[in-house]
């Protein structure tokens, strides 16, 4: 018999996370908008065990979204309007969601139109579906922005190789690198003009900023639980226009060639259920968090603001993208660090290793000439803290600042 030696598995039994909410300031671009409200901390702890959304599974319609007890259905229908969307569903991750709509939207070989700034998990899941992309461009330094009229030209260009409009046109809200705000509206005309489907990246939006579907032209939203709803890992959204729900909710029609089974009330593409436990139950619990957080979101984008305006007095430094901000994600260029990483002992990691004495985190540790943070849900006195950390390592190593 394999056996594993009990000194491995003690290193199991007491496991800790280090960079803690309560004992660091974390700027991590992708953390900020997952951390987790007080009662979904609870509630990770009350649905712990396993299947635990699954006690009152109702024996007719078995399946997640129909359970009331917890409200599950009822969160789903709440979901769905707070996006002014009719249909809402939890998923795994923002990247299944986009998995799914892709693989019930297209036929294998048919095109996703997606802006060049899209998520690596925009491209693998077209991959998946077995789809081919177009590219919508993007202009180069310093800005980065998105052609959104292009989106035209490059349903065009797909009508004339294939004969057929794309599957899907995917816009990303806003992206990972330069944190730019793509307006919707734009790319959500140009394919009602057309007839395509348009789904709306809000990974790094949905949970954090307003958002109404209607009014933005989308069919289809996808987001992450756990990067902007202050929800657990793995959680997901995907929401669709009704007209849409009977393609990607399509339901079961398999039937097992020797036993006849079936299972006619399953959504196929979600495998029937998708996060049976305590990350829905985080999400469910920071929900009434989220509904009213997304209304201080300008206040957000002034904290950001402040935090570049301030930052661009250090020599070298310079937000990338487009100004001013509108959006806490910010990318900055830092020459002054990076030349003082030229001749460290410790190269690029100094900055990180600076920062992280000064009781902050979330820079990549190696990185000095590019780097990314997000200020999201930080306050007033903390983002002080930052500023403040920044520049007295600027004068330690002798850069200037205005
Ligand atoms: C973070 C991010 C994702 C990934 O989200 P998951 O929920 O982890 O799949 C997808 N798209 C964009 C634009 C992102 O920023």
Redesign the pocket.
């Known amino acids: 018999m394999l056996r594993i030696p009990n000194e491995r598995l003690e290193r199991y039994l007491h496991l800790r996370r280090e960079f803690k909410e309560e004992k660091y300031i974390n700027l991590h671009p992708?953390q900020r908008g997952g951390v987790l409200t007080d009662a979904a901390r609870k509630v990770l702890l009350e649905f712990g065990d396993g299947y635990s959304t699954c006690d009152w599974c109702p024996p007719k319609t078995p399946r997640l979204d129909a359970v009331e007890r917890p409200p599950i259905a009822q969160f789903m229908r709440d979901l769905a309007e707070f996006l002014g969307m009719d249909v809402a569903r939890v998923v795994?991750?923002?990247?299944?969601?986009?998995f799914i709509a892709f693989t019930t939207l297209g036929e294998p070989g048919d095109y996703v139109v997606l802006d060049g700034l899209?998520?690596y998990?925009?491209y693998l899941a077209a991959e998946l579906a077995r789809l081919r992309i177009k590219e919508v461009p993007h202009t180069g330094y310093p800005e980065f922005k998105v052609d959104l009229s292009a989106y035209a030209e490059k349903i065009e260009e797909v009508k004339r190789e294939t004969g057929k409009l794309p599957a899907v046109v995917l816009l990303?809200?806003?992206?990972?690198l330069y944190g730019n705000l793509n307006d919707a509206r734009i790319v959500g005309k140009i394919c009602k003009e057309y007839g395509v489907p348009f789904l709306l990246?809000a990974?790094?939006t949905a949970g954090i900023m307003p958002i109404n579907c209607k009014e933005l032209g989308v069919d289809i939203l996808?987001?992450?639980?756990?990067?902007s709803w202050a929800a657990s890992?793995?959680?997901?959204i995907l929401a669709l226009k009704e007209e849409l729900a009977d393609r990607v909710l399509a339901r079961s029609k398999i039937t097992g060639d020797w036993s006849k089974r079936k299972f006619g009330l399953k959504e196929y593409a979600l495998l029937g259920c998708t996060v049976m436990g305590a990350p829905l139950l985080s999400l469910m619990a920071s929900f009434p968090y989220v509904v009213k957080r997304v209304e201080r979101w300008q206040e957000e984008v002034e904290k950001a603001r402040f935090l570049v305006e301030e930052l661009e007095r250090i020599e070298g430094m310079k937000q990338l993208g487009t100004k001013p901000k509108q959006h806490t994600l910010i990318h900055f260029e830092s020459d002054g660090f990076y030349r003082v990483s030229q001749t460290h002992k410790r190269r690029g990691y100094f900055l990180y290793e600076e920062l992280r004495e000064r009781g902050i985190v979330g820079i990549q540790p190696g990185l000095s000439k590019h780097f990314k943070l997000n200020t999201y849900g930080l306050d007033w006195e903390k983002i002080r803290k930052v500023r403040d950390a920044f520049f007295e390592i600027a004068e330690k190593y002798g850069l200037s600042s205005s």
């Open positions: 992708i795994t991750r923002c990247r299944e969601a986009k899209s998520h998990s925009s990303t809200h806003v992206d990972y990246n990974a790094y996808v987001s992450s639980g756990h990067k890992a793995p959680t997901g």
